[in-house]
């Protein structure tokens, strides 16, 4: 998937003249403009982990735990066998107080580096070490079995099984300071991270199963570590390790994507302390970014992140609602095929509904935050702590604001929005005197070739239309009361770009439908190079980038495509007789023919 932002373009004047009168005030909004695309995100790993940057949010309606991130760190391509793929090892006993070198890394610049620490816990699922006096015995025993007894079984439950690489049955926790760059006391800082490295025999890699575990700040400042802090963050890891080998060591595909990933650590968080998250829905509160069209889909590293992962918990959280809660929910996104937004529309169609695609889901979804409905699409159903979800309306500077795939935004400020828009934007009206706020479906429409001097197809009955014509607004007008339309146009250049779309009475603008005019000119004949009786190459020129065939009769003898400059080169099957009549004809890529070009074997 590519970066991708769609120029959001819609002319207001255009909606104005084309709304009937009578609900031109429906457009004043407020008015939701999201981009349906899904490429709003491509996993890029930089390596260097930023915390406290200027967007982040500073407020003291905010809890210090909103600030809690994690990271799932890049996997470093070597040429060496995974541990699953080695020779299984017998079990060692491991006794309590023995000291043992692990690789950690500084998440400011992304190095790695050896700390030593004490093995202070086996339990049945879990080792705990200690760096240091970071904590207690009586700290690393209680950690220790909170995830045998609680934390271990409830991420299998509903996410699935973790890897075994070093075949001990364990999961290793790592307790230290992690040097992440953060403030003591304000801004963004780590309270734990995962490594898929440490599942392959690669350097410094640490050949197990293992969770590291920030001590301090997320412990507390104080020298007595209120472990309890911590348990949040092994529930989320956690997940992350389980999710990397169902996706990856089990499936053998890629990892699943970060939005998607955190989304569901997340969800781990919210099941472990059956309560929401309100840490995340404050932050979602007081978060501009998300105001001004932070998209879902693009794990911002270098931004306000924290917004994206307000933005994943509560996207889950809202997919979880709309399902109606089913137990294997998770599981099923997870052993999903897929492992990106395709993963989320199998369950959308399993769950809700098979016509309901993932673009039109997420515009649902915005509708909910701005909404929050009791019942219904646009709304978490009443459940306890969404209800502290506000309205956010968009408050950028910009008057030709862009969104990724993923973004959105909500204004009433009609000045706010721009003069064209993109296939994937959507417009819909929110205002609560309209009972309408489904976007028109993207219209049908009929192929339009270079010849042609129509473009007509169907949509919503009564609806308005615009036409643009390589990003610029082309033509304006409206479907009759049985939804067809018809518009006369000059004709136009094969391989220009139509993209139309419609507005219906309410004010919501749906999908643009694309279509390019196509190609109807037949290539003019090959032209054949004198060929001779003993030869099997025929060489000749015809349109560049066309497939040029041979015939004897209706038999092929030979094809092949013409280069960028039209020059091509047939190798026929055998040696032809002189006097035997040969044919040639060339097919364009828009699959027009050329009339036969004859000619003969010579001496």
Known sequence: ??????????LFMAILLLIPSGNA????GPVLISNESANGYQAENSGAFRVNNKSYVKSRKIQRSAYRLDEVKPLVKQDQPKLSQQPKQQKKSVKVGIRKKFWVSNLSNDKRYQITAVLKYVGKHTKVWVNGSQLSNRSAKTLGEKFDKTIFPLDKRYFGAPSDVDHDGKVNLLCFDIK?????????FASGYFDPNDLYAVKKSNYSELLYVDTYPSLGLRKNKKVSMAYSTLVHEFQHLINYNQSVLVEKHDEMDTWLDEGLSLAAE???SGKPLNDRIDYYNEASSISNGKSLLYWDDFGDNLANYSLSYLFIQYLAIQCGHPEDLYKRIIQDKHNDYKAIQDVIHHYISPQLSFGSFLSNFRKALYL??????????GETGFQDLKPKLYTGKTQDPNLKGGGAIVTDNLSALPDEKGADITFTNLSERQEDKEAPEKPQVQTVGEKDTVISGSTEPGAALIVTKDGHMFIKGAADNSGQFHFTIEQQKAGTVFAIFAVDASGNAGRAKKITVADQTPPEKPVIRSFYHGQIMIHGASEPAAFVTILLGDKVLG????NSKGIFTIKIRKIQKSGTKLAAYARDKAGNLSPQQFFTVLK
């Open 1 to 10: 998937m590519n970066h991708m932002r769609d120029k959001i373009c819609l």
């Open 25 to 28: 005030a429906a457009a004043s």
């Open 180 to 188: 992440d760059g953060s403030a003591e006391q304000d801004g963004g």
């Open 270 to 272: 919210q099941l472990l």
């Open 372 to 381: 929050n409905q009791s019942s219904g699409p646009y709304g978490f159903h």
């Open 559 to 562: 094809s092949a495509h013409a």
